[in-house]
């Protein structure tokens, strides 16, 4: 079965960190660009973090210099280090992987999971 999980949310205090797992199976990620998305209650979802397949890396603004996106092909898992929470944090964050062949497109989304930053 050709999925993506994701694990590692929870609740967090703001300033505190986590994070987040994003794992395949059944096929390999080394070739596809990955992207970390949130959706907020009431909100669009939005790109946070992106990474490609050689390893380059961008950040929404919201989020630079406390987020970092990496990948680890031997483990076929890409990871969301979050630091310096805030309570504008709080949503439900999905991994989407996506690969383009010529006019082929793929890509495989996650089901989410939820961080929720709280005192």
């Known amino acids: 079965q050709l999925q993506l999980v994701e694990s590692g949310g929870g609740l967090v205090q703001p300033g505190g960190s986590l994070t987040l797992s994003c794992a395949a199976s059944g096929f390999t ?20 973090a992106a990474i490609t397949s050689g390893g380059s890396t961008n950040y929404a603004d919201s989020v630079k210099g406390r987020f970092t996106i990496s990948r680890d092909n031997a483990k076929n898992t890409v990871y969301l280090q979050m630091n310096s929470l805030k309570f504008e944090d709080t949503a439900v964050y999905y991994c989407k992987c996506a690969l383009d062949q010529g006019v082929r497109h793929t890509e495989y989304w996650g089901r989410g999971a939820l961080v929720t930053v709280s005192s």
Request: zero cysteines; proline letters at 5%; aromatic letters at 16%.
């Open 29 to 48: 990620l080394d070739d596809y660009g990955i992207g970390w998305f949130r959706q907020a209650p009431g909100k669009q979802r939005e790109l946070v």
